[in-house]
């Protein structure tokens, strides 16, 4: 597989060369750009990004210290991930996020109530006539809402490893109007249930949410 089209760095970005290069290159790599077990050829990967080898060097042992590539000896660096890894982090995700909601539950005030209530709304009305790009930012928004009404600190951190990865696996699955349809449907079930103070039949929607979408996304990304 030849390298993908990666985003050469511009100078007026507010990343650095350093941050740029590895959000490029992870990006790429979870979103399945590079087959599993591929050989990274650092100069061309550097030539496409617009940058030494240096930086390329250092986000290369990033992800392997993530364990999304493996430095093989006379050979290089090879990309480890694949489906495998990825329903991991699928299962990962869906977690962190079950247990963020039942804290959603615990902890949410009417003003959390309200502004989840009116993202729900806003994807409503998008999930007829709006592009994938609009449904996905809406779909962050719902999710942030839970993460402020739950409180937590910590376990959004956690999820930040996700957000990459996620990004995708929406703009993909929005394409479908049948899946938006099915993930307004769970979003609004979700909300109805935090608004309840059930905690765990909120906390398995969640769950049950995240698992379902991702696996859907894998079967497409992975398939032969």
Do not use: W
């Amino acid at each position: 597989m030849d390298n993908p089209d990666l985003t050469a760095l511009m100078p007026a970005s507010v990343l650095g060369v350093r941050d740029h290069v590895y959000a490029e290159l992870r990006r790429f790599v979870l979103a399945g750009k590079f087959e599993t077990g591929q050989l990274l050829n650092e100069r061309a990967l550097a030539e496409a990004l617009g940058v030494s080898t240096t930086p390329i060097k250092e986000a290369m042992r990033q992800l392997q210290a993530e364990g999304l590539m493996r430095s093989e000896a006379r050979r290089g660096v090879v990309v480890t991930f694949g489906r495998p890894q990825a329903e991991e982090m699928v299962l990962a995700r869906a977690s962190l996020e079950r247990t963020i909601t039942r804290l959603a539950c615990e902890h949410a005030q009417p003003t959390d109530l309200v502004a989840m209530g009116e993202v729900i709304e806003q994807m409503r009305l998008a999930t007829i006539s709006e592009t994938p790009v609009v449904l996905s930012a809406l779909n962050t928004r719902f999710h942030d809402a839970i993460h402020r009404a739950s409180g937590c600190q910590y376990l959004p951190r956690l999820l930040q490893a996700q957000a990459v990865y996620d990004q995708s696996t929406r703009l993909g699955l929005m394409e479908d109007q049948d899946e938006r349809l099915r993930a307004f449907d769970e979003h609004a079930d979700i909300y109805r249930l935090i608004v309840a103070g059930d905690a765990g039949n909120a906390e398995r929607s969640m769950y049950d949410h995240v698992v379902r979408s991702g696996r859907q996304y894998l079967d497409g990304k992975f398939s032969s």
